[in-house]
Nanobody, 125 residues
């Protein structure tokens, strides 16, 4: 069992930046972030592979968000710049054991093996 501990959420004005962190208690194949706004389904944001560092983003955050990893700390980061009110959501760190890497898999929350507790990000207009 891998435990994920998130930090870094908060309140920021539109155009501002936040960095989320997710520390894992063990090593998995890939990690990433989903988010869920009130009344909406949980949606994929970004993912990264531990080996090689390949990344994948949903279109709405490309060019604004950057996912990265620190292998020594077993920690993944999500740097969020140029934040918009529509980015407001609870952000969930996640981890996968399997070695497959393709879009439909990465975007499916049902295929995630481990979840963090979630951290609130609120962007005011």
């Amino acid at each position: 069992q891998v435990q994920l501990v998130e930090s870094g959420g908060g309140l920021v004005q539109a155009g501002g930046s936040l960095r989320l962190s997710c520390a894992a208690s063990g090593r998995t194949y890939a990690m990433g972030w989903f988010r869920q706004a009130p009344g909406k389904e949980r949606e994929f944001v970004a993912a990264i592979r531990w080996s090689g560092g390949s990344t994948y983003y949903t279109d709405s955050v490309k060019g604004r968000f950057t996912i990265s990893r620190d292998n020594a700390k077993n920690t993944v980061y999500l740097q969020m710049n140029s934040l918009k009110p529509e980015d407001t959501a609870v952000y969930y760190c996640n981890a996968r054991r399997g070695s497959d890497w393709y879009a439909d898999l990465l975007r499916d929350p049902a295929k995630v093996d481990y979840w963090g507790q979630g951290t609130q990000v609120t962007v005011s207009a």
